[in-house]
């Protein structure tokens, strides 16, 4: 348990694809094939709303450790301990929307993301230019191996990243779309009817 709670791990270092990395991808990817497998029992208000709380509940321990750790190890700084990271912010935000189960996903909503993701992006750029850190490697790119290795130098992989940001949520927002249209079909349809 002590090693578990170490300030660092010598000799160890982020990996892209690596053995660890590997196995963690795969344990998403059965998550995501599992819940497509079970998609018509999820159509049900409250088996998706008992998952909801599940995936809420496994975000929340994830950062009430991380957390917890940044505090008992002393390491929590303005470098590093801030939900700055739009990863760290991406999970609280949906703890709250799988907690509170009142989200629904409209083109709306998917506007609002992204002007949100600007306006972040601009934020977090500018305090970091006044503390002198990096969060969300607005700065310079990880010191560890990433897709970013790939991109253009500073500053010219930002924009890249940004817009591939809004096609991630693009393509992620495109289900509820579909399904959005299909509902909107049959309604028409059984409207005719009457």
Known sequence: MHSFWKVACEGTEFNLYSKSHLFALIIILEIIIFLYINKANLKNPEARKKIGWVIGMILFLQQFFLYFWYIDSGNFTLKEGLPLYICRIVAILCIFMMLSYNYKSTLKSLRKVIKWLL????????????????????REKPLTSTLLDYLPLYPYYIPIVIMAFVLIFMALYLPFYIQEKKENTIMIKNLGKN
């Open 119 to 138: 306006i972040y992006t601009v934020a977090v750029g500018m305090f970091n230019y006044v503390v002198g850190e990096n969060y969300s490697y607005l």
